[in-house]
């Protein structure tokens, strides 16, 4: 639990040196997740002490942007202001993404036929 | 006794505490009233929190100093999604194409339509500056704020709010176009809400919840090269 803890800490300080030294406009964890995915990949299994401390972060992952989300109250003259205008370009553009991300997806692998495997929790 | 609060309110721990708990009474709530979107744990939690700062007159930032421990763990969290990546990337292999195809369209669509709607109706530069990147995961989207001059604290509560209408009008928007794989539900969701849309994915199933982390990976990567350019070319900025 420990060592994968430390693992998935490494792979983003990693992450972050190689966002630092090429001056990469992405933020560190995200390369950091890739690191570690090519490492997964290299090893053709997720060994335990990296499956327990990533799936316990998982679980709580939502509670984890609440402090962020409190941020907004340092807005809220700004947000009194336009919050009409945020709110329908908000709930317009996000149906729009959705719809059209999804169809695109749908079109592209119908084709394809992939025998998916659902797996239910 | 004031300075008795003084003393406490200042301790980090007291914060770390007040958010866990909270976002525990939300999650029971949320529970309570059959798990709508709408009362989002994320969002009564934020909103419980904002009103018990307003009524003790404490700072975001003395209350940061102590919740930035638990929004530290989103780094480690962010990398541990490599994990149901894995567990699902002989599937992800199969569709790679039709997957960087779908997210480039999806990025493209979220930046630009969310700024078109806003200009169109009137938003000042700073708030069409800390809407753009509004699709993309908080660390991400904060990142793009502070590079193209919009508000970074105000990018990462959008953020948010876009995360909940995406939870909220998914699943009748998925029924409407009849979409059944998991897969594509789990990277529509990710896309359009980052880890709140991931979050709420792995409630149908890991399957989902790893094309939704994929996806957020992905446009994360993706927005952050396009929003500058894009932002260029409608003269902003």
Redo the contacts between chains.
Sequence with gaps: MLIG?ML??L??LL?EWVVLALGL??????L??????VG??IKRR?PDL??L???G???H???????????????AE??AA?WL??????????????????????R??RK?D?G?????? | MSSFWVYFAARPLFWIIV??A??LFSSWLNRRVGGTPLL????V??SL??VF??LTGTD?DT??SG??F??F???????????????H?E?VK??L???L???L??AV??SA??IL??WA????E??LLS?AP??V????A???AE?IGG?P??A???V????A??CL??PS??RL?K?E?????G???G???H??G??YA??F???A?AFAGL?M?MT??LT??LV?VLVRMLGLG
Excluded: N, W
Excluded at chain 1, 85 to 102: K, R
Excluded at chain 1, 116 to 121: G, I
Excluded at chain 2, 181 to 185: C, G, N, P, R, S
């Design positions: 803890l998935l800490l792979c983003q992450g406009p992405v933020p560190g964890p995200v950091g997740m890739v690191l570690l995915l997964l990949v997720v990296i499956r401390p990533s799936e972060l998982l679980r992952l939502a509670l984890l942007f609440v402090p962020a989300g409190v941020g907004l109250m340092v807005h700004l947000i336009e205008i945020i709110m329908i370009a908000l709930v317009v553009s996000t149906v729009v993404t959705i719809l059209v991300t999804a169809l695109v997806l749908k592209l692998t394809l992939l998916a495997t659902e797996e239910r929790r | 958010t866990i909270t976002f989002h744990p994320v969002l939690a934020l929190i904002i700062l307003q975001y209350y940061f919740a930035q638990i929004h763990l989103l780094g480690p969290a962010t990398v541990a999604l490599a994990v149901p990546l894995y567990d990337f599937r199969k569709m194409l039709p997957l195809i779908a997210c369209c999806g669509t979220a339509s969310v709607v806003a109706l009137g938003a000042s700073g708030t809407l509004k699709s995961t908080s660390p991400i904060i990142g793009i590079k508000y604290s105000l990462a509560g959008l948010l709010i876009t995360g209408i995406g009008t998914a928007l998925f176009l979409i794989d998991d897969a594509v539900k990277f529509a969701l896309l359009s809400s880890g709140f991931t979050a792995f409630e199933s890991t399957l919840g996806a990976g994360g990567l952050a090269f500058p």
